[in-house]
Nanobody, 127 residues
Framework: QVRLAESGGGSIQAGGSLRLSCDYGRIPYSGYCMAWFRRRSGSEREAVAGIGANGNTTYTDSVKGRFTISLNRAQGTMYLQMVNLEPEDTAMYYC?????????????????????WGKGTPVTISS
């Protein structure tokens, strides 16, 4: 069974940085993609960044240039480096994995149709 565990969330001021981690250990499938999602208060869960089996990355427009997704498959850890954080980034952040095709590109992982989810880590940005 695949288990995802997020960490690294916190409360900081606008303009600061955080790095989220998602420990997933081992995914016993031939291919997969992974992504970060967030749920802001009063909003639906949305995709933030995805990384495909080929290493391709995709970002939602509001975080481009500020967030960087990366994946260490050997270690079984995914990261989301976030800089220049804004109050609008306040949300619960979740990591997720998709093991069913398609999973080649980061864009393949930018939907809610994922196979495994973590429980989330909270991020609060104050102005």
């Amino acid at each position: 069974q695949v288990r995802l565990a997020e960490s690294g969330g916190g409360s900081i001021q606008a303009g600061g940085s955080l790095r989220l981690s998602c420990d997933y250990g081992r995914i016993p499938y031939s291919g997969y993609c992974m992504a970060w999602f967030r749920r802001r208060s009063g909003s639906e869960r949305e995709a933030v960044a995805g990384i495909g089996a080929n290493g391709n990355t995709t970002y939602t427009d509001s975080v481009k240039g500020r967030f960087t997704i990366s994946l260490n498959r050997a270690q079984g850890t995914m990261y989301l480096q976030m800089v220049n954080l804004e109050p609008e980034d306040t949300a619960m952040y979740y990591c997720a994995a998709r093991t069913r095709p398609p999973f080649v590109t980061g864009g393949d992982c930018m939907s809610l149709d994922m196979d495994y989810w973590g429980k989330g880590t909270p991020v609060t940005i104050s102005s």
